[in-house]
């Protein structure tokens, strides 16, 4: 059967870090006469290929890459209305040439906000223009108010003073959006939860026509219905082991030196009384943090080499784990943020699950399948049902719940663990954090008796000896009470 073909077709390409996206796009736009918009924060940064994972010139096979590489070290990091617009900008120049764009990246919240103009500005942290040095609006801004610059701490006290519901949405340790939150309500003159809470209004108000807003999008550049969308996926175990194999091959490659570039222009910068913000754009790619810890070591000199290897093992093993931090986070937006959305959309029908776990049989199990749904996408056929891919797909192409979390302040809570010092926004943080092993096992320390050192107890033990011979020779020298006399 055969359905109108897509006017305005774009793909996507989306999954974790280390799953194979960049190949899988290559190969569709081999196939498909097409141009690459990256779709990764990270890989937008000028230089450090290696701490940002970004695809070599010979992975390119010649296919046109935009947006990689065209931000400098030292530029604010862009905030996704930037993005929104250059990559907008850049499938119509692709369109305009014949040719298919196909977005490929990890930062979802940037591919979510292409496919729906009502992304919340609390879940994107979205500004019109990314700041500059000599910008006369953001240096008012930051004469205006330098409550903005203080601690996390200071901002938080005074965000609760003037907007405590947004005060109790956030993390206290979440700097980003306690800042923003607050920027708002000195810059615009109302509250950001009054803000939030007007766009949730709109995203959910029908329109006068009666079809939900997004539904009807043949004047959007990027419409849902001319969108296919593919997840590339892999099990647990199998990326974990690709993951660690990959830090140690960057290792080999040359990361720490490209650690070191970072380090020396943290230290330019702050030199020049321009420190950076750490908690934003390049400063927070993973390797950079992990390895700090060693580059202290390599330049002191009293430090032996043994503390050397140590530091070393250390910081490899940390940039491991926080990858895997990172797969998690990312397949955690897509099942909690993306899938969501596309279902109230009524358009989770175009998102495939293609399985990569097993590396051997990409060819097959992920550039084949997508070649195949990519060009009946593209000629109008009716295409097979997603779940119907892998046993993965049907697995995980199910939303683990109906809502989004932003969309629901009535499920917002703040609950503080005394015990671990740790603090929840959600319900569910909260009852994970409870039945965590590392929660269970400090309660246990808590309640357990306080030990009785060693030492003290061979000294209780010697001296108890010590006074029950004394006490026995006493007795003995005492005349028993039915001895008469």
């Known amino acids: ?24 796009a290559v190969d569709l736009a081999l196939r ?34 935009h947006l990689i590489g065209n931000v400098s070290l030292d530029e604010e990091p862009w905030h996704v209305g930037v ?28 591919t979510q906000s292409l496919l729906f103009d009502d992304h919340l ?35 938080l006290a005074k965000l609760r003073e003037v907007d405590p519901v ?15 939150s607050l920027e708002i309500y000195l810059t ?26 997004n539904l009807e999008e043949q004047d959007r550049i990027i419409s849902l219905e001319s969108t296919i969308l593919f997840w590339v996926h892999a099990g ?70 043994k503390d050397k290897s140590k530091a070393l093992a250390l910081s490899i093993e940390q940039t491991k784990a926080a990858t895997r931090q990172y797969a998690k986070r990312q397949v955690r937006w897509i099942r909690l943020k993306l899938l969501i959305a596309l279902k109230k959309a009524d358009s989770l029908r175009n998102l495939y699950l293609l399985d990569g776990s097993d590396v051997s049989n990409f060819n097959h199990d992920v550039s084949g399948k997508a070649i195949k749904v990519c060009g009946d996408f593209l000629s109008g056929l009716d295409l097979s049902p997603p779940t119907e891919m892998s046993p993965a797909a049907a697995e995980f192409l199910t939303p683990s719940r109906d809502f989004d979390f932003g969309d629901r302040p009535d ?10 010092n740790v603090t929840a926004v959600t319900e569910a943080n909260w009852n994970f954090h409870m039945q965590s092993r590392g929660h269970r096992g400090k309660l246990r320390k808590l309640n357990r008796p306080p030990r009785v050192p060693r030492q003290l107890q061979t000294e209780a033990t010697t001296n108890g000896a010590q006074l029950e011979a004394i006490a026995t020779d006493l007795g003995s020298e005492t005349t028993p009470k039915d001895t008469p006399i």
């Not at 801004?141 to 409550?147: G, L």
């Open 411 to 420: 499920l917002w809570i703040r609950q503080t663990c005394d015990v671990c």
């Open 1 to 24: 059967m055969r359905r109108t073909p897509p006017n305005r077709p774009l793909v996507i390409v989306l999954g974790a870090t280390g799953t194979g996206k960049s190949q899988l």
């Open 32 to 65: 498909y006469n097409g141009e690459i918009i990256n779709g990764d924060a990270m890989q937008m940064y000028t230089g450090l290929p290696i701490v940002t994972n970004k695809i070599t010139p010979a992975e390119q096979q010649g296919v046109p890459h």
């Open 236 to 305: 647990q175990k199998a990326l974990k082991s690709r993951l660690d194999a990959r830090v140690d091959k960057m290792v080999e490659n040359g990361l720490i030196e490209e650690v070191q570039t970072l380090q020396k222009l943290l230290e330019l910068e702050t030199a020049a009384s321009r420190p950076p913000d750490l908690t934003r754009g390049i400063w927070v790619s993973i390797g950079f943090k992990e390895f700090s810890p060693y580059l202290s070591t390599i330049t002191d000199p009293a430090t032996t080499e």
């Open 188 to 213: 615009q003159g109302q509250k950001a939860s009054d803000v939030y809470a007007k766009q949730r209004e709109r995203k959910s108000a029908p329109r006068q026509d009666g079809v939900s807003p």
């Open 83 to 110: 993005f929104k617009r250059k990559a907008e900008g850049i499938i119509e120049e692709i369109r305009s040439r014949g040719r298919l764009p196909i977005l490929v990246g990890g930062t979802h919240y940037y």
């Open 121 to 155: 500005i609390e879940d994107t942290d979205e500004k019109i223009e990314p700041p500059q040095d000599g910008n006369p609006e953001i240096d008012e801004c930051s004469r205006n108010h330098p409550i903005l610059a203080a601690s996390t701490e200071e901002i």
């Open 166 to 180: 947004m005060a109790d949405r956030w993390h206290p340790k979440d700097r980003r959006r306690i800042q923003r």
